[in-house]
């Protein structure tokens, strides 16, 4: 076996670059719709162009006699072999049919399927399928849709409420008894109150490669294959198991190459289950592929959350109590986590302070609106940007420093382990460490003089500031109905290289370098002798899966576990080949030799092969050098940080320019630091989308006005200035590792520290707050005299 260097230098904590990358750079990965089974059909869908309705007649002959048509199914024929969608929160439900039968409540609902020849006979059937609506009247505002006016979406949930009034806070009980007692006394103490309404608007997560499935069964075995552009594997295979009447034993579900998903890919939708289900009733290969329009509709969309928040002050800048009421358009039904996502909201009320009482409450709506559910930070962002907006707002009315304002009211490091009023238990921080390297880095008193400067020569120059803490990591089980824990297997293979398995299956986050880079540390070999496999069931057998940023302190911790065990295996295996003790052996250089002795090693291959042919077998052992790790946390992790940005608002125009973004990221200790940077950078980019010109939009008759890239704007690189970084490193105790999770991070600060810069710059005017996105027009009418 090679060896690199004389000895191996350690990897966790370097800069190493991305295996992934070369792959995917060079267009080699591959992605469902690079992939093909023979005998495969395409799948088109047709979907409701009314936002509401009911479906008087559906007209499929025209698509039926076209050549290359095989199938047409309505949905009322799909519901006779495929059950209502489940979900995954134990929330009440209407029921949701993957394809609509009788009534469409958003546009571009399913209401029939095609399976054809190939994609673009598929494609052209679907659109000649003919079908008529009674027309109901749609509803797009959240607040007039909690009247019942004009229409209630579905009978069982008078007034379009989903889910009423869930409290959490100071007062409450578990039983869910709430005593205002204390919340109350904080306001009538409270020398200032800051109230303020504020928009959380509804974004499309754009994933660069759209959604695709391939669902094959096999009759002559039983069985189905099911690959799809998913962030779990596992919950899809379980789900599709369950639709199909198969066992989990007979669904093997693969992810391929995975371009994105920010959270949505979580779910397992509607063409999925479609797919496996035709499949089945056809005994045919099929595929279908999102193309971009249709993901603009089909594919959840995220946040969409309006508060109402109060915040209560002494003069001096000591919080005293919060009221946050939370009001979220969920669209026309429940998908797999659409009700828990504004929970984490709630969850996160408490932000990086010493809140003495706060109450939220919590009410989701239906609209006639695509559903909502996880989009990158799923419901923490949101709970940032209230308090950060509000904590800003009270800084202005009390014309202290922003930062002062914060680092007077944060949670101390030594209240840590911190029971939130809010539910939470946040593992560790040094909120306080994180404020001065921001401040420092972009040295802020120099800063705000520049600003003054630039006012007096009339420009509009702002300055934000965001602190964050964010729920992540997820377990354990139960916080998460998935479960929280995550599967790892490692193995030694007969020629000493080391294979692993996780159940967390990346898509795009670089998982394959990070493991790698633990695995290489702990065994003493090189990075090259390892390889990362996942996104297959029939593979990494068990698993939950990547989100919540949970990959690294959960599915990387279960790595390092079962790593841990094949080494204490191993080590038995060669003290048995070199008479030692296992406790005296060194692993170092794919060598495992006795400490003092260098020379005498054995090599991971010698090793290796002794271990599969055991001649003679070591006492009280078996051969083989595999072994499993199912790893269940205790709490999840809490990474923290500040962002810091400076906009520039032109006058004439309102067209806001970002000139800088500094961070200061705390997600505990760093496997890779450029990977990191990488997430930060990603996430910063999503953040900074939501304030200045991401915004899904629906006209008042319930069409989607924002359905392409023409008119729904994600950030370019030319967007966005160079991001200044940093980090702190607070250890976790929850894991092994010290790692927390980072992958939603940079989504958090940055929302609120654009719109904090933008208030600031347009002080002059008055103004308090400005509702996001910062549209240029928005801003020119405040600069004309208007006001927020
Ligand atoms: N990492 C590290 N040290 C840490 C924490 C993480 O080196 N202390 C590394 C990990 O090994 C991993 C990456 O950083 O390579 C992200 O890890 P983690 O924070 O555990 O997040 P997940 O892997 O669970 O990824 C999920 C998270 C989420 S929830 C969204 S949304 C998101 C994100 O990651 N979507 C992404 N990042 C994305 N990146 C890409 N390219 N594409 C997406 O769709």
């Known amino acids: 076996m090679a060896t690199r260097s004389p000895v191996l230098p350690k990897l966790v904590g370097e800069r190493v670059k991305r295996r992934e990358d070369p792959r995917l750079i060079q267009g080699r990965g591959t992605y469902v719709d690079d992939l093909a089974v023979v005998g495969m059909r395409h799948m088109a869908f047709k979907r409701s162009d009314v936002a509401h309705g009911h479906i008087r007649s559906i007209d499929t002959s025209a698509a039926e006699e076209m050549e290359g048509v095989e199938a047409v199914f309505t949905g009322a024929q799909i519901a006779e072999f495929l059950a209502p969608m489940p979900i995954g929160t134990p929330f009440p439900s209407p029921e949701h049919r993957a394809v609509a039968v009788n009534t469409v409540r958003y546009p571009g609902e399913p209401v029939a399927v095609v399976v054809a020849r190939d994609r673009y006979v598929a494609r052209d059937a679907a659109d000649a399928i003919v079908v008529q609506y009674d027309q109901l009247p749609a ?5 007039q849709a909690m009247t019942g006016q004009p229409t209630v979406i579905h009978p069982a949930f008078p007034n379009n409420l989903a889910v009423a009034l869930v409290p959490s806070g100071t007062g409450v009980s578990e039983s869910g008894t709430v005593d205002d007692t204390a919340v109350n006394a904080a306001f009538e103490k409270a020398e200032v109150v800051i109230s303020q309404r504020m928009v959380n608007q509804r974004l499309a997560p754009s994933a660069m490669e759209p959604r695709g499935v391939i669902a094959h069964y096999e009759a002559g075995k039983g069985t189905m294959t099911i690959w799809s552009s998913t962030q779990n594997p596992h919950i899809l295979r379980t ?24 959270g949505c890919k979580i779910n397992i939708y509607g063409e999925e289950y479609v797919a496996a289900a035709i499949s089945k009733h056809l005994e045919i290969p099929v595929k279908w592929i999102e193309d971009r329009s249709e993901a603009f509709v089909a594919t959840i969309h995220g946040r969409d959350i309006l508060g109402y928040v109060d915040l209560a002050a002494q003069k001096d800048g000591t919080v005293l109590g919060l009221k946050l009421r939370l009001i979220a358009d969920i669209g026309a039904y429940n998908m797999l986590l659409t009700a828990a996502i504004p929970t984490l909201t709630m969850m996160m009320a408490n932000a990086t302070y010493n809140i003495p009482a706060i109450r939220t409450t919590l009410t989701e709506v239906f609209t006639n609106k695509t559903p909502t559910d996880a989009y990158r930070g799923a419901g923490r962002p949101e709970a940032t940007y209230f308090v950060e907006r509000a904590m800003d707002m009270l800084a202005r009315e009390l014309k202290m420093d922003p930062a002062e304002l914060r680092r007077k009211n944060f949670i101390k490091p030594h209240q840590f382990p911190f029971q939130t009023q809010v539910g939470a238990v946040y593992d560790s921080g040094d909120y306080e460490k994180a404020l001065d390297r921001a401040l420092k880095n972009c040295n802020w008193k120099q800063l705000l003089a520049e600003r003054d400067d630039a006012r007096k020569q009339g420009r509009l120059m ?17 916080a998460l109905p998935t479960g929280g824990w995550e599967h790892a297997q490692v193995t030694i293979e007969r020629d000493g290289r080391i294979t692993a398995t996780t159940g967390a299956s990346p898509h795009g986050q670089g998982n394959e370098t990070t493991f790698a880079q633990m695995l290489a540390d702990q065994f003493g070999v090189p990075y090259e002798n390892i390889t990362i496999l996942h996104g297959d069931t029939g593979v990494a057998k068990q698993g939950i899966g990547t989100f919540g940023s949970r990959s690294q302190a959960v599915g990387g911790t279960a790595i390092h576990l ?9 080590a038995k295996f060669a003290a048995a080949l070199l008479e030692a003790h296992e406790d005296d052996l060194v692993f170092q250089n794919s060598t495992i030799s006795v400490k003092g002795s260098p020379a005498s090693g054995k090599t991971f291959g010698e090793v290796a092969a002794f271990a599969y ?13 595999s072994e499993e790790v199912f790893w269940e946390p205790t709490n999840n992790t809490y990474p923290f940080g500040c ?50 010109i991401e915004e899904v939009v629906y006209g008042e008759d319930g069409q989607l006005l924002t359905g392409s890239f023409m008119d729904y704007a994600i950030p ?3 967007d966005l200035p160079r991001f200044e970084l940093d980090v702190t490193v607070t250890p976790t105790p929850v894991n092994p590792l010290g790692a927390k999770g980072v992958g939603e991070a940079g989504t958090l600060g940055s929302t609120p520290a654009v719109v904090n810069a933008a208030v600031d710059a347009l002080s002059e005017f008055g103004v308090t707050h400005i509702d996001m996105m910062l549209r240029p027009e928005k801003l020119w009418r405040i600069i004309q005299g208007g006001r927020s």
């Open 139 to 143: 509803v797009v505002d959240v607040e």
């Open 643 to 692: 962002h810091i940005v400076v906009l520039e608002i032109d006058r004439e125009t309102g067209e806001p320019a970002l000139t800088r973004m500094i961070a200061v990221d705390d997600a505990g200790t760093l496997i890779n630091p450029m990977i990191v940077d990488g997430q930060i950078h990603g996430g910063l980019a999503q953040g900074i989308g939501q304030a200045m």
């Open 562 to 570: 079962a790593g841990g065990k094949v080494k204490t295996k191993m």
């Open 613 to 625: 042919r055991p001649v003679p077998m070591p006492p009280g052992m078996n051969p083989g050098l």
């Open 239 to 262: 789900f599709i198991a369950a639709l199909t009447g198969l066992g989990q034993d007979q669904v093997r579900a693969i992810a391929p190459e995975v371009g994105g998903g920010f």
């Open 462 to 478: 702002g300055v934000g500031l965001s602190m964050y803490v964010e729920v992540c990591g997820l377990g354990p089980s139960a």
């Open 716 to 718: 370019r690189a030319s």
